[in-house]
């Protein structure tokens, strides 16, 4: 006897016609007996839910949910060179820098015109919030080998080529593969002979041995990862022309510069190649520019480069395996980096960053002199670019590593008066109407600051508590990485998700409360218009911030004439600095030319520049100190 197969699609589409033809007939039945009209939606609400449920996948429903959050966080999401990617073909993108974790891959989705699935650490997806998340977004899951790390039984001393334990349990807990970490060393279990003694691989460095009146010691256990099923499930999805994402430095971090590749995004298009033969796989690398980017309201541009083949004479060494498989893996990771180099900005310190920002605002100053135009964010991250890849050009010479300190003298002043650069710039036009500009910024900043007080006010459990949580977070990020400086990598994502958490909770309490303090028509009119009140909150937030800060440059102007003299002067000189290296470098000028700030020609770094502005750094020094002495606020 044969059974009939089931159409679940007809099936599906019955259940969500069902429940929506009966939650409405519950809230109009219930409307018909005299139930007000809030009570019978709040009857037919589960209902409802449930149709949502059937009739829109999980997936889709997250995924827009935390797009919208994206959109929400930030206050500019761009992207540049977005037609670079394949419409068809399947595309392993490649993104760096790493610096915004849960967020980056966000960014890419929002920016992306292909769907693309991320590698995400399987450590992450298995927590409760994140890994819902990331399941939703159809994220492939990584197992690492350091969130597996474990403390193991006892104490091990090496001794040559041998570990011997004291009241240990290799049999049990260590395998051969595995490596046992002792400090700063891993060092990998050739073989387990006994519960204490094993066999490794290699002998241990000198630095590794422990000193002669303590041989014994703690040791952890970092077990060997089968990346097979990864693997798989990449080439699953790249087979059938689908996207994966690859953040090919491992785990966010907040450094200047680029970690060190790992060989997954190489094995993964190589292999990938090697099983489809004839699909033509694609690897288009992706370069993150954030703009205050752990913050409320930053800004963040998505830089996608040129297309990247796989060559086909690498494939073939790949297949071959062992030595030529390797070669073939680390030549095409080299591509990739350079690949990555052309849409990212590096710098070997934050020092040297302050810089390229510096030499990006003076070069906007320019073009905006000149042609009357601003430059896109497009093109002022192009410019930065070209300045990190020019940077070993001019790194080494005297002229370039005074010029850094006296831009982190300058920044530093800045800060301290709580003004901005183009603060400096405009000095002298707002001096010559402090009055005017004064009463207007005053006023707007009375006027937007009261209309945002309502929305402030509702949102301040919101602001309490994600800042506290994601400091937090940021702390026990930072101390259990050995790669971050501040942990702000972490910041952003758990911004975003206790707000996603918190906001339809404290939504509902005070709805509740409007309803129990006010009238059943307030809340009902709170519960649907109050989130459009809010957001216009922030924007009022936001312009009267703003406006703050342009009053107290004019404040400091006329409170602080001489240290902004100084401070004019400084700024005189970084531009002819600046300049200089303008010309100094070749394709910064070609840049530059191309943007619209060529013709006149500035004559290079010269030896005589560095002693003058050592003088200048002194003179902010002691500037700094009258301004912490005097106590004069910083910037909000």
Same mark, same amino acid.
């Given at each position: 006897?044969?059974?009939?197969?089931?159409?679940?699609?007809?099936?599906?589409?019955?259940?969500?016609?069902?429940?929506?033809?009966?939650?409405?007939?519950?809230?109009?039945?219930?409307?018909?007996?005299?139930?007000?009209?809030?009570?019978?939606?709040?009857?037919?609400?589960?209902?409802?839910?449930?149709?949502?449920?059937?009739?829109?996948?999980?997936?889709?429903?997250?995924?827009?949910?935390?797009?919208?959050?994206?959109?929400?966080?930030?206050?500019?999401?761009?992207?540049?060179?977005?037609?670079?990617?394949?419409?068809?073909?399947?595309?392993?993108?490649?993104?760096?820098?790493?610096?915004?974790?849960?967020?980056?891959?966000?960014?890419?989705?929002?920016?992306?015109?292909?769907?693309?699935?991320?590698?995400?650490?399987?450590?992450?997806?298995?927590?409760?919030?994140?890994?819902?998340?990331?399941?939703?977004?159809?994220?492939?899951?990584?197992?690492?080998?350091?969130?597996?790390?474990?403390?193991?039984?006892?104490?091990?001393?090496?001794?040559?080529?041998?570990?011997?334990?004291?009241?240990?349990?290799?049999?049990?807990?260590?395998?051969?593969?595995?490596?046992?970490?002792?400090?700063?060393?891993?060092?990998?279990?050739?073989?387990?002979?006994?519960?204490?003694?094993?066999?490794?691989?290699?002998?241990?460095?000198?630095?590794?041995?422990?000193?002669?009146?303590?041989?014994?010691?703690?040791?952890?256990?970092?077990?060997?990862?089968?990346?097979?099923?990864?693997?798989?499930?990449?080439?699953?999805?790249?087979?059938?022309?689908?996207?994966?994402?690859?953040?090919?430095?491992?785990?966010?971090?907040?450094?200047?510069?680029?970690?060190?590749?790992?060989?997954?995004?190489?094995?993964?298009?190589?292999?990938?190649?090697?099983?489809?033969?004839?699909?033509?796989?694609?690897?288009?690398?992706?370069?993150?520019?954030?703009?205050?980017?752990?913050?409320?309201?930053?800004?963040?541009?998505?830089?996608?480069?040129?297309?990247?083949?796989?060559?086909?004479?690498?494939?073939?060494?790949?297949?071959?395996?062992?030595?030529?498989?390797?070669?073939?893996?680390?030549?095409?990771?080299?591509?990739?980096?350079?690949?990555?180099?052309?849409?990212?900005?590096?710098?070997?310190?934050?020092?040297?960053?302050?810089?390229?920002?510096?030499?990006?605002?003076?070069?906007?100053?320019?073009?905006?002199?000149?042609?009357?135009?601003?430059?896109?964010?497009?093109?002022?991250?192009?410019?930065? %670019? &070209?300045?990190?890849?020019?940077? @070993? *050009?001019?790194?080494? #010479?005297?002229?370039? =590593?005074?010029?850094?300190? +006296?831009?982190?003298?300058?920044?530093?002043?800045?800060?301290?008066?709580?003004?901005?650069?183009?603060?400096?710039?405009?000095?002298?036009?707002?001096?010559?109407?402090?009055?005017?500009?004064?009463?207007?910024?005053?006023?707007?900043?009375?006027?937007?600051?009261?209309?945002?007080?309502?929305?402030?006010?509702?949102?301040?459990?919101?602001?309490?508590?994600?800042?506290?949580?994601?400091?937090?977070?940021?702390? %026990? &990020?930072?101390?259990?990485?050995? @790669? *971050?400086?501040?942990? #702000?990598?972490?910041? =952003?994502?758990?911004?975003? +998700?206790?707000?996603?958490?918190?906001?339809?909770?404290?939504?509902?309490?005070?709805?509740?409360?409007?309803?129990?303090?006010?009238?059943?028509?307030?809340?009902?009119?709170?519960?649907?218009?109050?989130?459009?009140?809010?957001?216009?909150?922030?924007?009022?937030?936001?312009?009267?911030?703003?406006?703050?800060?342009?009053?107290?440059?004019?404040?400091?102007?006329?409170?602080?004439?001489?240290?902004?003299?100084?401070?004019?002067?400084?700024?005189?000189?970084? *531009?002819?600095?600046?300049?200089?290296?303008?010309?100094?470098?070749?394709?910064?000028?070609?840049?530059?030319?191309?943007?619209?700030?060529?013709?006149?020609?500035?004559?290079?770094?010269?030896?005589?520049?560095?002693?003058?502005?050592?003088?200048?750094?002194?003179?902010?020094?002691?500037?700094?100190?009258?301004?912490?002495?005097?106590?004069?606020?910083?910037?909000?």
């Amino acid at each position: 006897m044969r059974v009939a197969a089931v159409d679940t699609g007809s099936t599906t589409f019955l259940q969500s016609i069902g429940c929506l033809w009966v939650s409405l007939g519950i809230t109009i039945t219930c409307q018909a007996y005299g139930m007000p009209p809030f009570y019978a939606v709040l009857v037919s609400l589960p209902l409802y839910l449930l149709w949502m449920y059937i009739s829109i996948p999980a997936s889709v429903m997250m995924t827009n949910v935390m797009l919208l959050c994206v959109d929400l966080f930030f206050r500019d999401v761009t992207s540049r060179n977005t037609f670079k990617v394949p419409s068809k073909s399947p595309v392993l993108f490649v993104c760096a820098p790493h610096g915004n974790q849960l967020i980056d891959p966000l960014v890419v989705m929002r920016t992306n015109p292909r769907q693309v699935g991320f590698l995400c650490a399987a450590k992450t997806m298995r927590k409760q919030v994140i890994g819902y998340i990331a399941r939703a977004l159809d994220s492939i899951p990584v197992e690492r080998a350091q969130d597996l790390r474990r403390k193991g039984t006892g104490t091990v001393e090496l001794d040559g080529d041998f570990v011997r334990g004291a009241g240990t349990r290799f049999i049990a807990e260590l395998h051969a593969r595995d490596r046992i970490s002792l400090g700063a060393h891993e060092l990998q279990v050739a073989e387990v002979l006994s519960d204490t003694e094993a066999r490794l691989k290699a002998p241990p460095p000198a630095d590794a041995l422990a000193p002669a009146d303590a041989p014994s010691r703690p040791f952890h256990i970092v077990p060997h990862i089968d990346s097979t099923v990864l693997y798989e499930a990449v080439f699953e999805r790249l087979g059938a022309s689908e996207c994966v994402g690859i953040f090919p430095e491992g785990g966010s971090h907040d450094r200047t510069e680029l970690l060190p590749l790992k060989m997954g995004a190489s094995l993964m298009a190589l292999g990938a190649s090697a099983r489809f033969p004839g699909l033509p796989i694609r690897v288009v690398p992706v370069g993150l520019h954030y703009f205050k980017g752990h913050r409320f309201r930053g800004s963040v541009l998505v830089d996608y480069g040129e297309p990247l083949d796989v060559p086909a004479e690498l494939v073939a060494d790949y297949e071959q395996g062992g030595a030529k498989m390797q070669a073939a893996c680390t030549k095409f990771l080299h591509v990739i980096e350079q690949a990555l180099t052309s849409v990212t900005i590096s710098a070997p310190d934050y020092a040297t960053l302050e810089l390229f920002w510096m030499m990006r605002r003076l070069h906007v100053q320019i073009t905006v002199e000149r042609t009357g135009a601003r430059p896109t964010l497009a093109e002022q991250v192009a410019l930065t %670019k &070209a300045f990190s890849q020019a940077w @070993v *050009k001019v790194a080494e #010479r005297p002229g370039t =590593a005074a010029l850094q300190r +006296l831009v982190a003298s300058y920044n530093q002043q800045l800060r301290l008066y709580g003004i901005k650069d183009y603060h400096v710039e405009a000095s002298t036009a707002i001096a010559t109407s402090t009055l005017l500009n004064a009463l207007f910024l005053a006023a707007r900043m009375v006027f937007n600051g009261l209309a945002a007080l309502p929305g402030l006010l509702l949102g301040l459990p919101l602001l309490v508590v994600t800042r506290y949580v994601s400091e937090t977070e940021r702390l %026990k &990020a930072l101390k259990s990485s050995s @790669v *971050k400086i501040s942990g #702000r990598d972490v910041v =952003a994502t758990y911004k975003v +998700l206790i707000s996603l958490i918190l906001t339809p909770v404290l939504h509902v309490m005070y709805t509740a409360a409007v309803w129990r303090f006010v009238s059943q028509r307030a809340a009902v009119a709170y519960m649907f218009f109050s989130p459009f009140v809010c957001w216009g909150a922030v924007r009022c937030a936001e312009s009267s911030k703003l406006a703050y800060r342009e009053a107290w440059a004019i404040v400091s102007l006329v409170l602080k004439p001489t240290g902004l003299h100084h401070l004019q002067q400084v700024r005189h000189e970084i *531009k002819a600095g600046v300049l200089g290296l303008f010309n100094d470098i070749g394709e910064i000028r070609k840049t530059d030319s191309s943007a619209g700030v060529g013709g006149e020609q500035h004559g290079a770094l010269t030896p005589e520049p560095p002693e003058q502005w050592v003088e200048l750094c002194d003179r902010l020094r002691q500037d700094s100190l009258r301004l912490r002495r005097s106590g004069i606020p910083r910037e909000l």
